[in-house]
């Protein structure tokens, strides 16, 4: 079984400080991690994965995460947020062994204050 | 737009009624999803589809019933749905190789309301 433990269901920061939203997760075998945002009344957007390689994963909007495999951890970054980084936030975690289907974290709304 | 299109992108629908959600994809994508987003709750996956076979359904009630024709078109077929029901209902397709997620595609959603 795999799970994601999204820890926060709420982080405030002021604009253009860094900002963090954290994500662990559990699987059998190697992840597969992804981080999706979404707007009030949209569809998830993509924003970044992990597969394979380098653990510093760079994606849109100037947002990074990192993935470190022996705290099973995928926390999303950004070096200095927006007000219109404001949305909510899913970790998700699948696994290259079998078949399988992305399973979701219960999400973490950003709120960045002007 | 993400290359996954949902319609209508609105619905209000009495409980006797009989309505379908449609997702279409042109990404090439193998694999279809439908997922319900309700207030305060986490994302619900509802209905796999994998090469237009359902692979999986998570103990749905009858009053929503899925159809794949094809691998770029998934509908929700709804019929005698309760005020519970309302919600944001997703579709969502991906690439499936050799059993390897690559990650989904989501539409914009259908927001469902039931009077």
């Known amino acids: 079984a795999q799970s994601v433990a999204q820890p926060e269901d709420q982080v405030n920061v002021a604009e253009g400080n860094p900002l963090t939203v954290k994500c662990t997760y559990s699987?059998?075998?190697?992840?597969?991690l992804f981080w999706y945002v979404q707007y009030p009344n949209r569809g998830l957007q993509f924003l970044l994965k992990?597969?394979?390689?380098?653990?510093l994963v760079k994606g849109s909007y100037g947002f990074e995460a990192e993935f470190n495999k022996s705290q099973t951890s995928f926390h999303l970054k950004k070096p200095s947020a927006l007000v219109s980084d404001s949305a909510l936030y899913f970790c998700?975690?699948?696994?290259?062994?079998?078949?399988?289907?992305?399973?979701f974290g219960k999400g973490t709304m950003l709120l960045v204050s002007p | 737009e993400t290359g996954v299109t949902q319609t209508p992108r609105h619905l209000v629908m009495g409980m006797t009624n009989k309505k379908s959600l449609k997702c279409e994809q042109h990404?090439?994508?193998?694999?279809m999803y439908w997922y319900k987003q309700s207030a305060k709750k986490p994302l619900e996956l509802m209905f796999v589809?994998?090469?237009?076979?359902?692979?999986e359904n998570n103990s749905v009630p009858s009053r929503f019933s899925p159809e794949c024709p094809n691998s770029s078109h998934l509908f929700l077929h709804l019929h005698t749905l309760q005020p519970e029901d309302s919600a944001l209902y997703l579709c969502?397709?991906?690439?499936?190789?050799?059993?390897?997620?690559?990650?989904?595609?989501f539409g914009s959603g259908t927001r469902l309301t039931v009077v």
């Open positions: 998700a975690v699948t696994t290259n062994s079998g078949y399988s289907t992305l399973t």
């Open positions: 990404l090439g994508h193998n694999a």
């Open positions: 699987v059998s075998g190697n992840p597969y």
């Open positions: 969502a397709s991906s690439r499936q190789d050799r059993g390897a997620n690559y990650g989904y595609t």
């Open positions: 992990y597969i394979t390689g380098d653990n």
């Open positions: 589809y994998s090469l237009e076979e359902r692979v």
